[in-house]
């Protein structure tokens, strides 16, 4: 998050730029040194040699990024390579029995992509994976503000806006927030207030398109998983499940339950983390399980 504070904030001599966007390699030289830097740091702190490295990617990656991704990782100091769908570690996770011959779906709503899966007895049976995100949801706030308020304000604010007052269904009680920016009649610096119900309508298409990737993804379910789902309802995984009230629309909208997971930050981490230290018996949910030397 320190990192992220540096948009907009950063001199002429210091340039910030995202390395990872849109859930892919945007720039591959600066995710190179980011990630040398991360393996490097790992490496010192447990006198450990060449890591083997477990990765999360999008479900709907490329051919091409994934050889991207791999080339990044191994370019850094890594011995192997594997990859994990990222709705998969996030369901290993949430602590979800993804061997099982049942049903489960996932929604992961991260920074770049959503991703929605169907998993069982190991594999993904049915998912999705839409560019629609937490960084879309920011540039949303960005350009609402920005038509209705005649402001300008950057990506940290707009985050801070979401998270403060962002909601996709009402709130019991209104909230609102003074935000910070430059006039874009006189360029001077301005306040304004914002409230939750002017947040929801800047996401509100953004987030249209998440529910229907999720009703998508439900019709396209076979009907043994799809009569399992309905009893153990859908898993909200990713920081865009912290949004007040998106677990209660999206239950309105497919007349499930919806449960967010107890840390739906950190569930594609931790499961990754999972895998890595369980690799032999849990290749099977990696994309591939050859070793990249």
Excluded at 159 to 186: H, Q
Excluded at 266 to 291: H, P, Q
């Amino acid at each position: 998050m320190k990192q992220r504070k540096c948009f907009g904030r950063t001199p002429e001599a210091i340039k910030a730029v995202r390395p990872i966007k849109d859930g892919v390699i945007a720039d591959f030289t600066a995710t190179k040194l980011m990630l040398k830097n991360i393996v490097t740091k790992v490496c010192q702190r447990y006198n450990a040699g060449r890591p083997r490295v477990v990765v999360g990617v999008p479900s709907g990656i490329t051919e091409v990024e994934e050889r991207a991704v791999e080339e990044s990782i191994l370019a850094a100091g890594a011995r192997e390579v594997y990859l994990i769908e990222e709705p998969m570690a996030a369901a290993i996770g949430a602590n979800l029995d993804v061997a099982e011959p049942t049903g489960n779906i996932v929604v992961d709503i991260g920074g770049g992509t959503t991703e929605v899966a169907v998993l069982s007895l190991g594999g993904v049976v049915v998912s999705n994976s839409l560019r629609i995100a937490g960084d879309e949801l920011d540039e949303d706030i960005i350009n609402y503000i920005k038509k209705e308020m005649g402001l300008a304000i950057g990506e940290t604010t707009a985050e801070e806006i979401k998270l403060e007052i962002g909601c996709a269904t009402p709130l019991m009680t209104e909230k609102s927030m003074e935000v910070r920016g430059r006039d874009l009649g006189n360029g001077l610096p301005r306040n304004v207030v914002v409230t939750s119900t002017q947040i929801q309508e800047a996401m509100k298409d953004s987030i249209n398109e998440i529910v229907e990737i999720v009703k998508t993804t439900l019709e396209k379910t076979p009907p043994e998983l799809a009569s399992d789902i309905v009893e153990k309802g859908i898993v909200l995984a990713g920081g865009g499940a912290l949004i007040k009230n998106i677990d209660k629309l999206l239950s309105q909208k497919t007349g499930m339950p919806v449960y967010i997971s107890e840390n739906p930050l950190e569930c594609v981490v931790k499961g990754t983390g999972k895998t890595l230290e369980d690799l032999e018996r849990l290749k099977s949910v990696l994309i591939n399980a050859r070793k990249r030397k």
